[in-house]
């Protein structure tokens, strides 16, 4: 008996387990070309949120950038250092979700 990974979950489940107890899938009547394939689409729900919270850190590094130089700062005079914390925030979360989406793009490959 080994730990593997959940073909839907991707949690770890024992090898002889008949479903999964995080997510309740049930194993027992499926075939292997159907693991196959509701693995690959737990890929692409992977990958499509990955996506998704990229696009709204790009969002927030944009809306951090615009309130730094474009925003009033004679009425608002914490604009800057908003417009400073929002960007950086943005930033490092984009740069961590593009980091996250390559390490699933080469654990797919393997």
Not at 21 to 37: I, M, S, Y
Not at 88 to 102: A, D, H, N, Q
Request: aromatic share 10%; net charge positive; proline share 2%.
């Amino acid at each position: 008996m080994a730990l593997v990974d959940c073909a839907l979950c991707s949690k770890k489940i024992s090898s002889k387990a008949k479903s999964c107890p995080h997510c309740k899938a049930d194993f027992e009547n499926l075939t292997q070309g159907q693991l196959d394939a509701r693995r690959d689409i737990a890929k692409i729900k992977r990958s499509q949120s990955l996506m998704t919270q990229s696009f709204v850190a790009m969002l927030l590094f944009c809306t951090g950038v615009l309130m730094y130089f474009l925003g009033d700062h004679e009425t608002y005079i914490w604009m800057p250092l908003a417009g400073q914390i929002v960007g950086v925030t943005g930033l490092v979360w984009y740069l961590s979700m593009r980091i996250f989406m390559v390490v699933q793009k080469v654990k797919s490959k393997s």
